[in-house]
C-alpha cells in the first residue's frame, strides 16, 4: 500500500544526519531542556526572520494551551475557530481552560473564513485561531483586520503549515503568537511528540518558558501555577536537522501537489487551490468529490492509501457534539466532510508511485 505520508521515509532520507544527531544527545548525558533545546529554539525563531523568539515544548496541542494561558485568558474567555481541524485544536484551548466558538470555512482554503468570524462574534470573545488546514494559508490580513476591530488577540495554529508563506511572508510571523506541534508526520517533524510556540516578544517567550517547567524562575521558585510541557534533547536535535531540509521538502510537496494538479484539472473534482502569492506547504493533499466513498476503495483496491482527514469534523465527535457555539451551523464545513479524500503526499513519494496515483484516479472517473 502507498501510504498517505511517511515519517520513515523522512527518516531514511535524512538518515546520516539524524543519526549523529540522536548519537550527540545520547553521549552528552543531558536529555531535557539543553542545548539542543536552545539550538533549536533560535534556529527556528531565525527561519522565521528576524526579532522573532521561539519555546520549544511537549507537543502541539500544549502549545495552543499555552499560548493562550500565555496570553492571561480565562475561564470562559471564548477562542473563536474552525471544527475542520485536527481534535487537538479543541483540545488545547479546552486545556487552557477557555471555550472554543466554531465559525464556517471558505470552501476555497478550507480555512477558517473572515466573514463567518464576524458572524459569530460575542461578548466573550477574546480571540481567533486561525488553522493553516493542510499546509494551506488562512486569510491572515483579513482575520488581523477582525481583531484590530474588536480588540481580540490572534493565535495562528501552524502545525500543518511550517514553512508556508504568504507574499514571502511565512506562517506563523502575521500574528504575534502562533503554535506548532512537531508530531512525526508533520512538515516538521520528529521521532516522538514535539511542539514549538513562536512569538515577536522576548518577555512574552521568557513567560512561555516558565509556565512550560511549573511556572519557574531561575532560582527553580514557582512565580506562576505552570504545567510540564517540556521538550527533550533528542527531539530537538533531530527536529534541527529536518529544520535545515524543510524548505527543499516542502519543494518537493509542492511540485508533486502542481503534478496532481495539472493531471486532475479536467475531472470532476475539487482539487486544492495552489495560489500564486502564497507557498503551500501542501502537508495533505486534499481533493473533494461526491462519490469519495466508492473512490477511496477504487484507490485501496490498487494498494494506494488514500485516507479522510478527517473522518469527522470536531463538532461531529461525541465529545464535542451539541455543546460548541457555533456548531449547529456549518454549512460548507459539514459539506466538506461528505467530499474529502485524501491522496498519498510526502517529499520522498516517487514519480512511478505519483504516476500510478494520477492513473488510478483518472481511470475511475473517466
Ligand atoms: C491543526 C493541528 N493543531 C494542533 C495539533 C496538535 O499537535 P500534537 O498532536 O502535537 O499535540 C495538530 C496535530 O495533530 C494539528 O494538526
Known sequence: MIPFGDPSASYQAHKSEIDQAIKRVLDSGW???????????EEFASFHGKNFHAVGVANGTDAIALC?????????????????????????????????????IDPNTRCIAPD????????NTRAIMPVHIYGQPAETGRILEIAQAYN????EDCSQAHGAEINGQKVGTFAD??????YPTKNLGGTGDGGVILCRSKEFAEKIKSLRQYGWNEAR???????????DELQAAILRVKLHHLANDNAKRRAIALRYNQAFQDLPITLPALNENELHAMHLYVIEHDRRNELMEHLRSH????????????????????RIRGGENLPVTDRFYQRNLTLPMFPELSAEKVDK??????????
Do not use: M, W
Open 221 to 231: 521558585e514557582s512565580i506562576i501555577p505552570g504545567f510540564n510541557s517540556r521538550l
Open 152 to 155: 481580540l488577540a490572534v493565535v
Open 177 to 182: 503568537i502562533s503554535a506548532y506541534s512537531c
Open 357 to 366: 496515483i494520477i492513473s488510478a484516479v483518472t481511470n475511475f472517473l473517466y
Open 31 to 41: 536529555y531535557v531542556l539543553g542545548t539542543e533545546v536552545d539550538a533549536f529554539e
Open 303 to 322: 494498494q494506494i492509501g488514500a485516507s479522510l482527514h478527517y473522518p469527522l469534523a470536531v463538532h461531529q465527535h461525541a465529545a464535542y457534539a451539541k
Open 116 to 123: 463567518s468570524i464576524k458572524e459569530i462574534l460575542g461578548g
Open 68 to 104: 493562550l494561558r500565555g496570553l492571561g485568558l480565562e475561564t470562559g474567555d471564548e477562542v473563536i475557530t474552525t471544527s475542520h481541524t485536527a481534535v487537538a485544536t479543541v483540545a488545547g484551548i479546552e486545556q487552557a481552560g477557555c471555550t472554543p466558538v466554531f465559525a464556517d
